[in-house]
């Protein structure tokens, strides 16, 4: 963790891409207590605290929405990253996000390490495939930004590991199918 946070936090990239419009329901979740971006789009306030620009809907909803004299702005993004960072979100806006999103990160090594030792049984590999993973660019690079690469990850990655192991659990048969 304290890897991933020194190369997220040195590096310090601006919130861009999609991670904004993340946070932005977020914001609205919280604030509004729905998903209508709309009157967050136009009122500035509510982004400029992680974002430092006009922020637009164009591309990040629906162009009907955009055509229309539409009373909501609903984003092409489902809920599911904004619902999973909401509790990082909640305890300190995008930092907060940022840090819940390298604790993911750290959990995806954590369970590239298990993986690969139930599948070898053997720890020095299963460590040095942690390590390799960890010090990648393309990894440590993603650590700790709003994307859903993640949580595609940890959760392809716990999938594998219940398959594996624990397939003839009820309590786990339950958990996969979540």
Same mark, same amino acid.
């Given at each position: 963790?304290?890897?991933?946070?020194?190369?997220?936090?040195?590096? @310090?990239?601006?919130?861009?891409?999609?991670?904004? *419009?993340?946070?932005?329901?977020?914001?609205?979740?919280?604030? !509004? *207590?729905?998903?209508?971006?709309?009157?967050?789009?136009?009122?500035?306030?509510? +982004?400029?605290?992680?974002?430092?620009?006009?922020l637009g809907?164009?591309?990040?909803? !629906?162009?009907?929405?955009?055509?229309? !004299? @539409?009373?909501?702005?609903? @984003?092409?993004?489902?809920?599911?990253?904004?619902? &999973?960072?909401?509790p990082g979100?909640?305890?300190?806006?995008?930092?907060?996000?940022?840090?819940?999103?390298? &604790?993911?990160?750290?959990?995806?090594?954590?369970? $590239?390490?298990?993986?690969?030792?139930?599948?070898?049984?053997?720890?020095?590999?299963?460590? $040095?495939?942690?390590?390799?993973?960890?010090? $990648?660019?393309?990894?440590?690079?993603?650590?700790?930004?709003? +994307?859903? !690469?993640?949580?595609?990850?940890?959760v392809t990655?716990?999938?594998?590991?219940?398959?594996?192991?624990?397939?003839? @659990?009820?309590?786990?048969?339950?958990?996969?199918?979540?």
């Open positions: 963790f304290i890897g991933l946070a020194f190369v997220r936090f040195h590096v @310090s990239h601006a919130v861009t891409g999609d991670e904004p *419009h993340y946070l932005l329901m977020d914001y609205s979740l919280v604030h !509004d *207590h729905d998903l209508n971006l709309k009157n967050n789009y136009q009122n500035s306030a509510d +982004y400029y605290t992680f974002y430092p620009g006009p809907p164009e591309g990040q909803v !629906d162009a009907q929405q955009l055509k229309s !004299d @539409s009373p909501s702005f609903y @984003s092409v993004h489902g809920i599911g990253v904004p619902v &999973i960072v909401l979100y909640l305890a300190d806006g995008a930092i907060g996000v940022s840090v819940e999103m390298t &604790i993911i990160a750290t959990a995806v090594v954590w369970l $590239t390490w298990l993986w690969t030792f139930q599948v070898t049984k053997r720890r020095g590999l299963a460590i $040095t495939s942690a390590a390799l993973l960890a010090s $990648t660019l393309f990894f440590s690079g993603l650590a700790g930004y709003i +994307y859903p !690469d993640m949580v595609i990850a940890g990655l716990g999938a594998l590991i219940i398959l594996n192991r624990y397939y003839k @659990s009820p309590a786990y048969q339950f958990l996969f199918g979540i």
